[in-house]
């Protein structure tokens, strides 16, 4: 007899809880669309063929779209998205030192004179570098022309250039190269002076006067 009760307690329980997680079941129940071979397909279930594909996913139970999925990226378009994510990520650490640059220069120089000063001081230097650079390479130069000075001469009387000298020949002239490189980079860092003098003060009058206080 009680096993009897025990039966019927279960089937009226299955009788209440059956409908319910139907009902949830239906509400989970999920629609999908997508487009193949240049027409719209909808199914309950997504095919291993259209997981990449862009997809609307829509409510079985309200036939409203619940998502919309883009379709996987190609191997190029992913490289590509990540470039583009780099290049932001560089440009936002950019951004970032430059504004702690104003803040820097806004606080550490009292007067736009203070400014100019800083920046004279710095186009001094690298004009008395730029001097340095062209007097080495002078030098550096009359030591290449001697060295094939003395060469020609060995030439000219049928003696051999010997290794020490043929060696030394090559060492300057790699050295001059060297030399000259570095001056067109001195000659460039110069030539922008003026303008980073010009860019900085434009920057540092709008800080002053962006400072609270000022009218």
């Given amino acids: 007899m009680k096993a009897l009760h025990r039966l019927l ?11 319910l997680a139907l009902a949830q079941d ?3 129940k999920k629609l999908y669309c997508w487009n193949e071979a240049g027409r719209k397909v909808c199914g309950d279930a997504l095919p291993a063929h259209a997981v990449d594909s862009a997809r609307t996913e829509i409510s079985a139970k309200s036939g409203l779209a ?3 999925v883009d379709r996987a990226l190609t191997a190029e378009e992913r490289v590509a998205a990540l470039d583009a994510e780099r290049a932001a990520r560089r440009e936002a650490l950019a951004e970032e030192a430059r504004k702690r ?11 736009e004179q203070d400014l100019r000063k800083s920046f004279q001081e710095r186009i001094v230097l690298l004009e ?3 001097k340095a650079s062209q007097l080495g390479i002078e ?8 060295l094939l000075r003395k060469a020609g001469e060995a030439e000219l009387s049928n003696k051999p ?3 020490v000298l043929a060696d030394n020949i090559r060492n300057q002239h790699d050295e001059l190269l060297h030399q000259q490189e570095s001056l067109k980079e001195q000659l460039l860092e110069r030539s922008s002076a003026d303008q980073d003098l010009a860019t900085a003060l434009e920057r540092y009058h709008v800080l002053k006067s962006a400072k609270p206080g000022r009218g």
């Avoid at 640059?101 to 007067?111: G, I, L």
């Avoid at 030098?139 to 001697?146: F, M, N, V, W, Y």
């Fill in 9 to 19: 307690a279960g089937a009226v329980l299955f009788a209440l809880v059956a409908p």
């Fill in 26 to 28: 239906a509400t989970k």
């Fill in 66 to 68: 619940t998502a919309r």
């Fill in 101 to 111: 640059r104003d803040r820097a220069m806004a606080e550490s120089y009292a007067t």
């Fill in 128 to 130: 008395e570098t730029v």
């Fill in 139 to 146: 030098g550096r130069r009359q030591t290449l022309l001697s």
């Fill in 161 to 163: 250039v010997g290794k």
